[in-house]
């Protein structure tokens, strides 16, 4: 009976890096406050990395793996990205807000020392 070729591990491993496409292109690109623009996987991969960890930045990295390892929904991915970082925004303009708040009142409160 013949033994059936197996290839080397390594030749699998070339046929799966092949298999991944960070260059999918957005169909809408992703327009960021600072100016930026993402249009690839790639590009979103890059950014959500600058991001700081959160529930909704777990979800989007692994949309964008998806859609660059398996060919998953791009749609999806982008839905994604743009939420993570519209929540990121959002908690960074809160946090960058209260600690305003803190410093005025702390402000207020020595500038009119209880009587």
């Known amino acids: 009976m013949p033994v059936p070729h197996v290839p080397p591990a390594s030749d699998v491993l070339r046929e799966k890096h092949k298999a991944v496409n960070w260059s999918r292109l957005f169909a809408i690109p992703i327009r960021l406050q600072d100016g930026g623009v993402l249009f690839t996987l790639k590009d979103a991969a890059a950014k959500i990395l600058e991001t700081p960890a959160s529930p ?27 939420l993570a970082l519209l929540k990121n925004a959002r908690d960074h303009a809160s946090r960058v807000s209260g600690s305003c708040l803190q410093a005025s009142d702390q402000g207020a409160a020595s500038a009119n020392p209880p009587a």
Request: charged share 20%; hydrophobic share 50%.
């Open 56 to 82: 909704s930045c777990r979800v989007a990295a692994q949309k964008i793996l998806d859609a660059a390892l398996r060919g998953g929904d791009m749609a999806s991915a982008q839905a994604a990205v743009r």
